[in-house]
Each structure stands twice: as structure tokens, then as C-alpha cells.
């Protein structure tokens, strides 16, 4: 014979409503707390470095035009892109974050599927290639720069 | 995933021509089409022949009004177009994008020899510190 409880039928059926609407709520804030946290990184940083993104793809463009005397500056200079880029993305909206990865393994494509491509590997046709995206790339980082002000 | 606008292409395209010395700039005084009917100045403009086409890079400036501190200020484009034979603006790009700055570099330091003048001025010096 079940127990019965002091608490009637209703309130519990209240409780129960409350919690399950208490939980979607959490969740929500959860979401909503990562979104600000994210936008205030992104305020914070994304000026800085799309300064140094803009130096840098000046800085690629004088070493593409003398490719032919050494490579060496210009890999050097698409390696510290990959860093900043990097340290960026995690930043971004999803979409930024997709344009990001396509230069990424654009620059450093995938071989046999796993191992990633050395950057001493590019050619200076397609080092004017990455250089043409990168600036794709940072003129949608300096949109969302302008953006990120009215958040 | 592709990321390049026809604009960017074209524009990386011409700076590797100057580079490469396949295209010759000319510094010029704009054409009306430019600077009539506004106030615009134009401190350095060039213009080459490519393909049967005039393509142009230059430096505008222009005065705004600022409501706020209602006062003028100055800003500074760099301006890439294309133009007819009769020097009507048929296409231009003004947005901010960095490859118009360096196709603007490049050019300058083309036109100005920088190469040539940094030579000059090294030979100088090597033969000063000789004696």
C-alpha cells in the first residue's frame, strides 16, 4: 500500500513544473553567460590583434615580393598569422569561426587525411593565393571589430 | 571554401605585375571625372594601361562634418578604379582593404625608384667609409 504524503497532489505537480522550467532557464543563462563572456574577449582583443593581422599582411605582401631572393621571411610571417589567428578563433562567432578554419587548412592542408602539411612547402603562387584570403579574412575581422562596438 | 572576391584577385594580380615590372605606372593630375563637383583632394594619383583598360590607384582626401564637435576633420581613402578611354569612372573599390594598400605601396615606391635611390645612397656611403 504506497505512503501516502502529506503534501497534496497539486503542489507537487507544481514543483515538478517549476523545476523542469528551473533547469531550461539554467540552461539558458549557461548559453547566454558564454555568449557575453565571449563578446567581452572579443571586445577586448579583436582590435589588438587585427592590427597585427593588418601589419602582418602588409608585411607578407613586401616578403612575397622578394620570394625569389628567399622564402624564409615570408614563412615566417604566415607563421605568426597562424598564431594570431589561432588565438582569435576561439573568440569569434560560429561563423567567423568557419572562415577561419577554411584559411587555416588552407594553409596548411591535410596530408593522408592527418598529418598537416609543413609551411615551407608553399610555392609562391599559392603564398599569393593565401595572401589574397588573408585579406578577405581581415577585412571581415575589422567589420566585426566595428560591430563588436554597438554589442 | 572560397574567400576571394574578384577585386582582391584582380588586385593581388597587379601587385605582382608592378613587382614584376609588367605593368608601367604613370603619376598623373586627376582626370574631372574625379575631382569636379567635389572637394575632395587628390594629393597622388597614378594610372596604368592593362588589358585596354585604365586602371587607376589613388590617395583621396576628404572633409567630414562632425556633429559632436561641430567641427571639420580630415580622413584619408585610398581609392582603386577603373576607367573608359574618355576617363569616366566606370568601376571603383574605396572599401578598407589592405590590398589596396599595398598595390599603393607598391607602386609608389616603383614610380619614386626606391630601389635604385636606397642603391644610390648606399654606394655613397660604402665608398665614404672606404677613404
Known amino acids: 500500500m504506497p505512503e501516502s504524503s502529506f503534501i497534496p497532489q497539486w503542489m507537487t505537480d507544481i514543483s515538478t513544473i517549476s523545476s523542469i522550467v528551473g533547469l531550461i532557464v539554467t540552461v539558458f543563462l549557461f548559453f547566454e553567460a558564454r555568449t557575453i563572456r565571449k563578446s567581452f574577449l572579443r571586445r577586448a582583443r579583436l582590435p589588438a590583434i587585427t592590427k597585427d593581422l593588418l601589419k602582418a599582411t602588409s608585411d607578407i605582401s613586401s616578403n612575397l615580393k622578394s620570394w625569389p631572393n628567399g622564402k624564409q621571411p615570408a614563412l615566417e610571417v604566415f607563421a605568426q598569422v597562424k598564431g594570431l589567428l589561432e588565438n582569435i578563433k576561439p573568440k569569434l562567432p560560429n561563423e567567423e569561426q568557419k572562415h577561419i578554419n577554411g584559411f587555416l587548412k588552407k594553409l596548411q592542408p591535410r596530408k593522408y587525411m592527418i598529418l598537416k602539411s609543413s609551411l615551407s612547402e608553399l610555392t609562391e603562387d599559392k603564398a599569393w593565393d593565401l595572401y589574397t584570403d588573408l585579406n578577405t579574412v581581415v577585412t571581415r575581422l575589422q567589420q566585426l571589430d566595428q560591430d563588436s562596438k554597438w554589442d | ?131
Not at chain 2, 73 to 95: G, K, S
Open chain 2, 1 to 131: 571554401m572560397r574567400f576571394q572576391s574578384k577585386e582582391a584577385q584582380l588586385i593581388t594580380k597587379l601587385i605582382r605585375l608592378t613587382n614584376d615590372g609588367e605593368i608601367q605606372w604613370e603619376l598623373k593630375d586627376p582626370p574631372r571625372s574625379i575631382t569636379m563637383g567635389t572637394n575632395d583632394f587628390v594629393p597622388l594619383y597614378f594610372e596604368a594601361k592593362y588589358k585596354d583598360k585604365f586602371v587607376t590607384i589613388y590617395q583621396q582626401r576628404c572633409q567630414h562634418f562632425s556633429p559632436d564637435t561641430e567641427s571639420y576633420y580630415w580622413t584619408e581613402n585610398i581609392v582603386f578604379a577603373i576607367l573608359d578611354a574618355q576617363d569616366r569612372v566606370i568601376w571603383e573599390n574605396r572599401e578598407n582593404f589592405p590590398a589596396l594598400f599595398d598595390l599603393f605601396g607598391t607602386v609608389r615606391e616603383k614610380i619614386a625608384g626606391i630601389d635604385s635611390l636606397l642603391d644610390d645612397l648606399l654606394d655613397d656611403e660604402n665608398e665614404q667609409s672606404f677613404k
